[in-house]
């Protein structure tokens, strides 16, 4: 196991922007961090980087405990680096860059050229070795910065919303990079991003993060609502004072509930079996997203659903389209 995580706590002042009970991370995976602003992603990155400690929780990396308040973070921060969203280089060339790190751990300059110019090789800045650093734009700042990032030999690698402020030549580039860190030089990655498309592509597995906790199902569909009665051994929940739907919970009052957009089904033949969280909508908006489009259905309240292609081909839906929608009891978590 690369991380454990158990019981972490991030206090800022009177706001508590992380709670994160349980949490693990593989080694060798890619993983991607996925939530709004203010949802804890960057927090939590800069937790595992060890940049910043944790109010309380533990953390082991490699079944080694996280202590902050120790000396032995040094050895660990030599297999741990994090890109920045926005990096600094230093106003040098870009191979000074690379090799300021290298000489601080006393590599032999020979040495020190052949891993930077392999570093460089591999995010395709090779011919930009002695060019000013400062004159670079935006996209190949950042594919520097991984390069530089690389030449430490890292065994896991950081990247806080790596293409937010590129082109789309550099998107695609760098999407191409961390991905060829992963299979080709077996490096853990763990990125934050908004997008969920780019979140599905590059990783292995995608953390969804709501209000500083991770939550099951990505964070479009999340709700205030209330539970008002049971019937039938089940709950009914009030969402906006306007939507009625069932679910199974022992909460009771005032909650906040998610809907996962990948377990709404839109019915084009007969009902299911069941009755219950079966309602009438209106399609307002689909979008392409890759294997699945996206559906934005007014059903009282909006509702985000992600429907394969393979489906949408046997059964076609349009916008304006009036449909039935089924929200089965496993899509609907409180928390």
Request: net charge neutral.
């Amino acid at each position: 196991m690369l991380f454990q995580i158990r019981n972490l706590i991030k206090v800022y002042g009177s706001r508590t922007v992380l709670d994160i009970p349980e949490l693990d991370f593989e080694k060798g995976t890619t993983y991607a961090l996925l939530g709004p602003n203010g949802s804890g992603k960057t927090t939590l990155l800069e937790i595992l980087s060890l940049l910043m400690p944790p109010t309380t929780g533990a953390i082991t990396y490699k079944d080694t405990a996280i202590d902050f308040k120790a000396n032995n973070l040094t050895a660990l921060r030599r297999e741990i680096v994090m890109v920045q969203q926005n990096p600094v280089l230093f106003t040098t060339t870009v191979y000074k860059n690379l090799a300021f790190g290298l000489k601080i751990r006393g590599i032999p300059k020979l040495e020190r050229e052949r891993i930077i110019e392999g570093s460089l090789d591999l995010v395709g800045m090779r011919s930009f070795l002695h060019a000013e650093a400062h004159k670079l734009s935006g996209g190949e700042t950042q594919r520097v910065a991984i390069a530089r990032a690389l030449t430490c030999s890292p065994k896991v690698m950081f990247f806080d919303e790596p293409t937010s402020n590129v082109d789309v030549e550099n998107q695609i580039t760098i999407e191409r990079i961390m991905t060829e860190i992963n299979t080709q030089k077996k490096i853990s990655v763990i990125f934050t991003t908004h997008n969920l498309t780019q979140a599905s592509r590059l990783s292995r597995q995608v953390i969804f993060l709501f209000e500083g906790r991770k939550v099951s199902s990505m964070y479009e569909n999340i709700f205030n609502a209330k539970i008002i009665g049971e019937e039938d051994g089940k709950q009914i929940c009030l969402i906006q004072d306007r939507v009625k739907i069932f679910l199974k919970t022992e909460k009771e009052g005032n909650v906040r509930l998610a809907i996962d957009p990948l377990e709404i089904r839109i019915l084009t033949g007969q009902d299911p079996l069941v009755t219950n969280n079966i309602f009438k909508g209106k399609v307002m908006q689909l979008t392409d997203e890759g294997e699945q489009i996206r559906a934005v259905a007014e059903i009282g309240i909006p509702l985000n659903i992600l429907l394969p292609k393979t489906v949408l081909k046997e059964s076609p839906v349009h916008i304006g389209d009036h449909v039935r929608i089924y929200c089965p009891l496993e899509a609907v978590q409180i928390f």
